[in-house]
Each structure stands twice: as C-alpha cells, then as structure tokens.
C-alpha cells in the first residue's frame, strides 16, 4: 500500500553501536574537532534509536549546546528509514543540510541520499525571471544590477535556491518579480516545466532517504497541502522535530482560517470574465459582481488607518465593519445563487461556485462574533489584519492540540520533538499539552558544560528604560568595553530591526573612530549562511542580528565568547492571538503574564544566551543589558532560570575574566 511506510528491521538494541559511535575514538571525531564523549549526547542517541525501533514518540530536552543534532542525526542516518528533519528556519535547515548531515554520513559511511526542501518562494521561477527581464518596470538601480547577479546565477545554479546567491540581500525586492506562488505558478502548462527548481527540489525529496524542512513548511503544507511536505508524509518512518519549542506559534498561524478581500475581489474578477465569456446571456454579470466587490471594500474601509491588527472584541460594537460584513456575506449569497444556476455553461463557472461557497463557509465563523468561537471543539480568536488595500479576517484556534494530534494519527511512525527549551523545572506538561502529546514519554538530559566556570553573566549597571528613546546607544555605550576586552567575537542579539540598524549605525562609527579592528556584520548584508561563515572564520568579528541568529546558530570556541542581548524579548503585548491566549488563562483565574509571556520570554533568552558556550573549552560572557533583570520582581525568575553562570555587575570583572583567558592561552602554548 501507498500510504503505509515500509516496515523497518525492529532492533532489539542499538546501545552497543551507539557507545561505539559516541566514545573515545569515535568516527565522529574526524567529522568535528576535540570530539569527546558527553553522556548526556550519547543517553539522548540511545532513547531516540529505542524511540525508531519501536515506531514511537519522543519528547527529548537537553541543554544549548549538549550536541543534539548528532545525537539524532546518527540513530536516523542509521535505523530511520524514510527520515524528514524539520527545523526552525531557513538557515538551521542550511547549517543541517551543508554541514551536520555530511559530516555524519561520511563518518557513518551511511549510504544515505539527503534533500533540501523549502518553500516555493525561495526558488528562482524560470518563467518569471524572463517575463521580468523582458518587461519588468524595474524602479531601482539596486533591482538592475540584482537581475543581472540572478540571470548569471541561473546559469550555474542546479539548485535555483536564492539562499546560495549572497550578492543578492534576501530581503532585496527583486525576488518577489522572479519567484512564483501558488496562485502565479502555471503547473504542467508552464513551458519551463522541465526545468522547475520547485518541481526538483520535490521530486528530490520523493526520493531521498532524508528530507531536511522546516516548520513552516510542514505545517503550511498540512494545511493548503502546496509545498511538497503532504506527499512526503504518507512514507515517511521517521519525523523529528529540531527546535520543537517553536511549534506550537509555528502551528498555530497555519491551524487557522483565513479570509482576505483581496481574495474576494480577485473572485468577482474570475466571475464576471467567466460569466461574460461562457453564459454572457444567463445573468446581469456585472449587476451580481459589483456589489461583492462594493462591500468587500467597505469592509476594508471600515479601518481608516493603514496597518492595524485588532482581536474582534477590540473593534467598537458602533463600527461599520459589522454592518459592512453583514452586506458583505448578503452579496455573496445572492452571487452563489446566480452562479448555482449557471455552473453547469462551464466548469470555469462551476470552479467559481466552489471558491465563491467556500469564502462564504469561512465568513460564516464571523457571523455571530460576539460569542466564543469553536473550531473542533476549541476555542479560537477572530481577528482583522488591516493592509493597505486589502482587509483580512483570520480565525485562529488557541490550543492546537486536536488538530495536531489528528495529524499524527494513522501509519505508525516514530515522532522526535527535541530542543533545549521544552521543559519547565523538568516538567514537560505546559509543552505536552499544548502539542497534545499527553501521555507520551519525554526525557530531559542534564548539559555537558560547567556553567560556572566556563559563563559569566554580566548586566551592567545605569542602563536607562528600554523603552527611553536613547536605549539602543546605552547599550552600544556598555557593550563596547565588553567587546574590546575580548577582542571581538561577539553577537549582538537585538528584539527588532529598528535597534540592529541603529547599533550598526552607532558601532560602525566607534569601531572607525577608536581605530578597532572587528569585522562588523549586520544581518541582512548577506545570507545569513554566509554571514555565519565569514564570521566563524574571521575569528574577532562582530555579528548584529535579530531573531533569526538566536536558535539554533553554532559557533564553536573563540570565533563567539560575548553573546550581548539587549532587552528581555517579551512579544508585543499588541498582538491579538496573544492577548486572546492571556484573556484565556485568565479567565481560568490564571495570571497571563507570570503564566504566558514570562515563561515564553525566558525560553527565547536561554535560546539566545545558549549561543555562548558549545564545547566544553569554550569560555565566554553572556550580557544581558536591559535593567529589568534587576529592577522587577521577575527579573528574578528569569535569571534563575538561565545555565548557572557567575554573575556580576562590574565591567572591571568581565575585563579580568577576558585576561585570565588569555593567560590562560599564553602558558598552554
Ligand atoms: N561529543 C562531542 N564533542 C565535541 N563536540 C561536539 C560533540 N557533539 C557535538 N559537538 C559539537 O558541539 C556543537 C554543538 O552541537 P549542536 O549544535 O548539535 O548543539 P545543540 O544541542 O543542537 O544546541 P542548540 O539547542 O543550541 O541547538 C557543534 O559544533 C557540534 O559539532
Ligand atoms: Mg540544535
């Protein structure tokens, strides 16, 4: 049968191999310098091969840096069968793709073929790219010489993926003209269909032994079932979930229901030319299109300003979007009804029918929005995201655990959720129970390193409020000694875009003026693979980045020992799936801050912090400079739940803990 995945060789034991594997002398030391065996490693490969041997699931913790990667890369190479890794982002996927799973297969000698799959946005499109560089209307000078660097590309690429292009930032926006979507992609009619990076990169993944993902793509593709994930699933035996904290945000945007106006409009633009074309004499086409089309811009007129996100409950009971919704839902129906009679003058029309009782299904959940949503027996949120031309309504549940549960059900596989932030106190219940993994067995696995020695936590002093418009230079004003005590090698990790750009700003200027000599890297310049490399091998560089290089990210010894953070990364308090989980808890007498987004900020600061120390020779200082840490009554909580560093609060300390290094380092040589 298709939809089963072939039986593995159930496997007693796998124990003996892998102490082999992970001991002295291992295999893995040609692949990784200074390789030495670490129990908690080991432990966690032995669970996970128990796990595969007997087609079953696995929550598995262990801390930043322990080296989870081999220790589920080895029993998956060796024993998983079809494997699919999914891991947090697009570069977690590259470091896995280009780095760990080559170094493991050749010391396996495993004779496994490995694929990379990502979202179709990030191939280039043969057929946009020439439709671009024939009548493209390009605005900047910046797009000419990008269209240039991705042409050329193109001729060497065997991949198309735009990650292995750095010349061209990821951001640039060229890549929206040369790129298809799901809506803008001609299938088997593009003439180019041969050729479709898309296309390859899925029919690799069909056929290889490991699939490398990413969680977006997984569950966008349970979802709309577009990215090539859904076909890989039914043969699948082995799924393993790396960074498997995200998973309940990354599920939860794509659980939900969405409808936007554009959506409608583009509808009543396929009505009428179908209309006209195929039963130009069954209906006033024009007559039944208009008014969709009037109230689907009323209702995105019903929010003058021109980004806004508002949980239902937030828009005022006198505004004229429940008006404009309620005619909005009225035209439809009267649209469905007109194409019901016409459906049969063509299947085009017909098609129209299906999408038009489709959207009218989803806005339904909006008739009544008043009173608590239900979607499969759970609570959601209805919320309006306002663009600028378009309004969309989004109904989103707050606990995912059915539907996730549901996904999981079927063929026997064996599932693997690791992180090194699962558990809290080494209590899986809040993670288990969101995922609906209850009753499944989880294990936590204690890190290798000796925080004390190796760590020091330093926050400084006199930092004004983060929210004071002076902030960001603060913390360039504190963090530059820490940065030229230990010669470079440092992370900046900032909470958003607008404080890395005014650090990199700032620290460009002091770097040129205090004649230092660090590298400085902003994300964005380049790749974030790229920028990674060049940082690893430039040895004393300076890395500012945002969120993507606090998870995951390994950089081993002196390249990385200051990790600077600037401020506790709590979410936006404005965001409405997350005021509506808080409304939630607290109704259940629960107190959403201490029971949400304290913990939620915490995990994501010992993901950052867990950048620092890799190996069990690495040394390095971990400042956190927003002044909370001290000042409020969680401060408390947060810094008792980070590795046990020494802590301080005096730059002379941080200075005599980067010299002793480098006595340190002096009489070893
Ligand atoms: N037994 C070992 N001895 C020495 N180095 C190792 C060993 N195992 C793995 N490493 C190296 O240690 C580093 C950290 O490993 P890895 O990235 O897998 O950590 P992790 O547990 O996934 O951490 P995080 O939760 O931060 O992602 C890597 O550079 C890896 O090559
Ligand atoms: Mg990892």
């Known amino acids: 049968m298709i939809d089963e995945p072939s039986a593995l060789p159930v ?84 470091q896995l793709f280009l780095r760990d799973i080559p170094s493991v297969r050749k010391a396996l000698n495993a004779p496994v073929s490995v694929a990379l799959l990502k979202g179709r946005a990030n191939y280039v499109c043969h057929f946009h790219l020439e439709r671009t560089l024939q009548n493209g209307r390009l605005t900047s000078r910046d797009d000419v010489g990008h269209l240039r660097e991705i042409s050329r590309f193109m001729k060497t690429t065997s991949s198309g993926d735009k990650a292995e292009l750095s010349k061209v930032p990821e951001t640039a926006l060229i890549w929206n003209l040369v790129t298809s979507t799901r809506d803008t992609c001609m299938g088997a009619e593009c003439q180019y269909y041969q050729d479709c990076f898309v296309m390859k990169a899925r029919k690799e993944a069909q056929q290889a032994d490991v699939v490398v993902v990413n969680h977006h793509l997984f569950f966008a593709d349970v979802a709309l079932k577009d990215t090539g994930v859904a076909e890989l699933l039914p043969s699948a035996n082995t799924i393993i979930f790396d960074e498997a904290h995200q998973l309940p945000d ?34 006033d086409w024009a007559g039944t299109v208009t008014p969709v089309e009037r109230a689907a811009r009323d209702l995105r007129l019903a929010f003058p300003q021109d980004i806004v996100r508002l949980a239902v409950n937030q828009i005022a009971p006198s505004s004229i979007f429940f008006p404009a919704l309620e005619t909005l839902k009225e035209q439809l129906d009267n649209m469905i009804a007109v194409l019901q009679k016409q459906a049969e003058r063509a299947d085009t029309i017909e098609q129209c029918r299906v999408r038009a009782l489709e959207l009218a299904m989803r806005l339904d959940a909006w008739n009544k929005p008043k009173t608590e949503e239900v979607i499969i027996g759970q609570e959601s949120v209805l919320w309006v995201e306002a663009y600028s031309t378009s309004l969309q309504l989004h109904q989103t549940p707050l606990s995912i655990a059915p539907i996730f549960n549901k996904q999981r059900e079927g063929a026997p596989r064996t599932w693997i959720f690791t992180s090194a932030t699962l558990a809290v106190k080494n209590d899986f219940n809040h993670y288990s129970a969101q995922m609906g993994l209850w009753d499944e067995p989880a294990k936590s696995w204690p890190s290798p390193f000796q925080y004390g020695e190796q760590g020091l936590l330093y926050v400084p002093t006199s930092l ?28 900046l990790l900032c909470t958003t875009i607008r404080a890395v750009n005014r650090a990199a700003e700032r620290l460009r200027e002091e770097f040129e003026r205090r004649k230092l000599p660090f590298p400085l890297m902003v994300q964005g310049e380049a790749g974030r693979t790229e920028l990674l490399d060049r940082f690893r091998a430039a040895g004393n ?129």
């Not at 002295?24 to 670490?38: N, T």
């Not at 989870?68 to 029993?75: D, G, H, I, N, Q």
Request: proline share 6%.
């Open 11 to 94: 496997a007693a034991t796998h124990d003996a191999e892998i102490d082999q594997l992970f001991g002295v002398d291992s295999p893995l030391g040609h692949a990784v310098g200074a390789f030495r065996p670490r129990q908690s490693q080991t432990e966690m490969a032995k669970a996970i091969a128990h796990a595969i041997s007997n087609q079953s699931t696995l929550i598995a913790e262990a801390g930043t840096g322990t080296g989870k990667t081999f220790a589920y890369l080895v029993p998956a190479l060796l024993w998983g069968g079809k494997v699919i890794v999914s891991t947090g982002t697009k570069n977690l996927q590259d």
């Open 250 to 283: 990354t599920a939860t945007l794509f659980f939900g229901e969405t409808i936007s106006t554009s959506q409608v409009l583009e509808l009543c633009r396929d009505v009428l030319a179908e209309g006209l074309s195929h039963a130009r004499d069954g209906a």
């Open 464 to 491: 004004p409020q983060p929210n004071s418009p002076e902030y960001t230079d603060a913390v360039i004003d504190a963090a530059l000694p820490v940065i030229e005590a230990a010669g470079g090698g440092a992370f």
């Open 541 to 669: 560089a300076v890395l500012i980045g945002s969120q993507s290089f606090w998870e995951g990210v390994d950089v081993r010894g002196d390249a990385l020992s200051v990790v600077i953070i600037d401020k506790l990364p709590f979410s936006p308090p404005d965001d409405p799936v997350l005021a509506a989980r808080i409304e939630a808890l607290e109704r259940k007498g629960m107190n959403g801050f201490m029971h949400h987004q304290l913990p939620a900020a915490i995990i994501n600061l010992k993901q950052g912090a867990g950048r620092l120390i890799r190996d069990e020779r690495d040394k390095g200082v971990l400042m956190i400079c927003d002044p909370r840490l001290i000042s409020k009554p969680y401060g408390k909580r947060i810094w008792q739940s980070l590795p046990p560093f020494k802590r301080t609060r005096e730059l002379a300390v941080v200075q005599e803990f980067f010299a002793t290094i480098d006595t340190a380092d002096a009489s070893a040589e």
